[in-house]
Each structure stands twice: as C-alpha cells, then as structure tokens.
C-alpha cells in the first residue's frame, strides 16, 4: 500500500521519541498528536475521561464505529543513545522502552488511511483514534472503559511493536496495585527501645507475610513489591513511617480482587503485630483481556494481504548491530505458546537478524503473563491487537536496545505496516458488516457470566505514578 503520510508519521513518532514522558504527563507528546490530526480535519476532544493528557478524535458519521486505541507514554530508567548498539544512556531519566512512540503513530496513520477509504466509498461509518495515557504506570483505558469513553463504539483494534509480526491472541493478568503505608512511633534505638513502635518491622513483616502466601495462592498469580520508604538511613532511630508499593495480580477480576483482599488482611496482621497502624491507598488496577477470535481472524486476513515489510542490505546490516548484543541461545521452549510452526520461527531466529514474514499462530484464550489495560477496552468492546517487528530479534521490551532501535528506518517500517494492516482490517469491516455481528456475538457469548466491573473504584481518579 502506497501510503502518502509515510514522512509525516516518521516525523510524529520520532517527535515523540525524542520526548519521552511519564503516564499522565506526555503533554508534549499528546499535542504533537492532536495538533496533526486537528489539521488532518478530525474532531478531536480533550481530557477525555479527565486524563488529562488523554484524547479522542473522530472522523465519519454512522455505523460501525471502529476505535483505534493508541499510547504515548515512555519508561523511567531508560534514558538511551540512538542507533549505539551497546548500552549507551544519553542523560535523560526516561526512554521509550516500549515502543509507544511508535503504537500512538501507528494508530494514526491506521485512521487517515481509513478516513480516505470512507470518503472514498461515501458509505456510513466512524473512525475513533484515542490517545491513552499511562498504559506503563496509571491504566488510562481503565478510567476510559470506567467513566464510558468507548459506549457506541463497536469493536476496538490496539497495536504494539514487537519483534514479530504477528497477530496477538491469549489473555493477560488482572492486576491492582497499592500502597502500604505504616504509622510507628519514633524513639531511641537503644536508650528507649520499648517505647518505640517500628513502621519499618511492619513493613518488613507484611513482606515476610506476602512470601508465605505464594505457597497458598494459584501458580498463575503473582505478587510483587518494592519498600518505597525506609524511614529514614538513622538505625538507631526507631522508625515511625514506612511504605511499601505492591502489585497483585491474577487470571481475572474476580480472582485479583480475593487476592488483593488477601494481601490487605497481612498488612493489617503486620500493623496489629507492631502495635502501628496502616492506611492501604489504592493505585491503580486493570483487567484481564477477554479475546475475540473473529476480530484476530479479520487481522491475520489483512496481514496476509498487505505482506511482511521488506528489508534492505541497510537495514539488515543495521539489525544484525543489535542482533549480536544477544549472547543466549535461541531455543524452542523460548517460542511463543501461540506460534502454529514453531520450528519455522526458531530456524528463522537462528539465521535471520530480524522476522521478515508474517508469524501465524493458533487461538489461544489461555492468560500470558503480564498485564495491560487493553484488557478494560475488551470487556465493554469486542477487541483485538496486532503485533509487528519493529525491532532486531533477542531485543526484549523494557530495554536499551528497544530505545536504541526506536527511531530507525526498520523500526519505522514495522509501524507504518501496523497501519497499513490495520487500515485493511477496517476496510473489511466496513463491507462486510455481518463480520462485525459475529464479533458482538463473540463477545456477548464471552462476557454473558463475567459483566464488567471495573478494579479502580469511582472515587480514585487519574494520577501520575512514579515508577
């Protein structure tokens, strides 16, 4: 697909690249957006849900109405050099890590090739291209799906650059996290010990706690922690305020919220041990991902259509840099659950540099590990995501070298066929319409037993969290 806002987009992305932003604060970010779909003649509304950085801009009128979920947001401690091929950080305490630069892009390009399709054709239907905040750190499609951003909408695509191309199937983890906050009482360590109530034993005796439940919980629920504060570097103070951040999660709502409950009850035995007392302050939560396997069988039609991108000398020469800072081997039992040809994927990672066609894999409902709220857009809208290769093979999310490939021509050839394949899966969906009433009717079946409730109460609302 000849696509006319190739150098447009590359500019967008690699803008928002070099501005790498916290969840709820990627203000940069989420202007450069908005200011080009504005001139691109989209509506677009601003706050939305109070996210403040969060956007929605629509194009079209009628049914269907496709949503198209896009991020921006980038990762604390990741702070990169582009192009350098070893870690290399280039001063700036935050780094796109994930790709997100690219996924809001990606989105965008989707949108204004399937606005000039529904000129095009002059038939009904809406195009939404939301900008989500905080995927990192603050579940900004949580509130969205919570305060109602999605009612009318009829099904949802989301993307994600990856180091396949590939469409996503499988679940993800509900997860809450919280903090654990203690209140002690100060005294002399060693001249009035008795009269001292330790925040910091509390602490230290809920995680001790925690431990023990991982022997009584099921084996595909996690709990993790970081002591956010210590009390103070003084041992000979006794400590009177401590912290700990938590995140709980589980296969579903249900299950992380008995979890979740669980884990309070720990913290207040460790407070009742103490003699100090704690306040549980809620962070953040997001769902697990109901799947959609007619909508995933619409992306993997397109994909097959629009091709795997094609790489140049340059570009491989350019992969093979980075392709080489990955010292363990490749095998087998490291392939993806869902992959179909297993073996073709692992001899493709053991002589190419990067995936140059299109990974096919079997439906799988089965939870992954790991979370993302993409899960709260699934339980209110059919939805489905999209992978492609945006980055060498052995280069893992979270890392330098994800930074240090982010703003690269094969980088930007893995984002600019996200659009491409998502535009195609529109355009499908907009003429046939039954296929679209087979992905409710999924999606009814799915959710008949499990009607959405959202993990952050109505009370809590869109915060920056530091990660």
């Not at 496709?66 to 091929?85: H, M, R, S």
């Not at 005796?205 to 431990?211: C, P, R, S, Y």
């Not at 190419?352 to 857009?377: A, L, N």
Request: aromatic share 10%; charged share 20%.
């Amino acid at each position: 697909m000849n696509n006319p806002y190739t150098e447009d987009l590359k500019k967008l992305a690699r803008f928002v690249y070099s501005h790498p932003e916290p969840g709820f604060s990627e203000v940069e970010s989420s202007n450069a957006q908005i200011e080009y779909l504005k001139s691109q003649g989209f509506a677009v509304e601003t706050d939305l849900c109070h996210t403040h950085t969060g956007y929605r801009a629509s194009y079209g009128s009628g049914h269907p109405v496709i949503a198209l979920l896009g991020e921006f947001d980038a990762l604390y401690g990741l702070g990169q050099k582009p192009d350098v091929p070893e870690p290399c950080p280039d001063g700036k305490p935050m780094g796109h890590g994930c790709g997100h630069h690219m996924l809001g892009t990606a989105v965008i390009g989707a949108g204004l090739l399937i606005r000039d399709y529904l000129k095009e054709k002059g038939i009904p239907g809406t195009v939404q291209i939301y900008g989500c905040p905080g995927e990192e750190a603050g579940s900004g499609k949580a509130y969205m799906a919570r305060d109602g951003a999605f009612d009318g909408v009829d099904l949802a695509f989301s993307y994600h650059p990856s180091v396949f191309h590939q469409v996503c199937t499988g679940s993800s983890q509900s997860c809450i996290s919280a903090n654990f906050r203690f209140h002690g009482v100060a005294a002399h360590a060693a001249g009035e010990p008795q009269n001292g109530r330790s925040a910091l034993d509390a602490v230290e005796l809920m995680d001790v706690g925690a431990n023990y439940l991982r022997e009584h919980m099921e084996s595909t629920d996690r709990i993790h922690y970081a002591i956010t504060n210590t009390g103070g570097s003084s041992p000979n103070v006794v400590q009177a305020e401590a912290e700990v951040k938590y995140l709980i999660r589980s296969t579903n709502n249900r299950k992380c919220l008995a979890l979740y409950d669980r884990v309070k009850k720990i913290a207040q035995g460790a407070a009742l041990m103490t003699e100090t007392s704690v306040d549980i302050l809620f962070d953040e939560g997001l769902s697990n991902t109901i799947v959609n396997f007619t909508l995933e069988d619409v992306l993997a039609d397109a994909f097959r259509k629009a091709g795997a991108p094609v790489y140049t000398k340059e570009d491989l020469a350019y992969a093979k840099k980075f392709y080489d800072t990955w010292k363990e081997p490749y095998t087998l039992d490291q392939i993806p659950y869902p992959v179909k040809d297993k073996q073709k994927l692992l001899e493709s990672e053991k002589t190419s540099v990067i995936d140059d066609y299109f990974v096919e894999t079997i439906h799988s409902d089965r939870c992954e590990m790991g979370s993302t709220d993409v899960g709260d857009v699934s339980y209110v809208v059919p939805t489905a995501t999209l992978n492609t290769a945006c980055y060498s093979y052995g280069a893992n999310a979270h890392s330098w070298q994800w930074v240090a490939e982010g703003a690269s021509e094969i980088a930007m050839k893995g984002m600019l066929k996200g659009s491409e394949v998502l535009a195609l899966a529109a355009e499908s969906l907009y003429e046939y319409p039954e296929t679209v009433e087979a992905a409710k009717k999924e999606f009814a079946e799915r959710t008949k037993d499990d009607a959405y409730q959202c993990l952050i109460p109505k009370d809590v609302m869109p915060h920056q969290i530091l990660m």
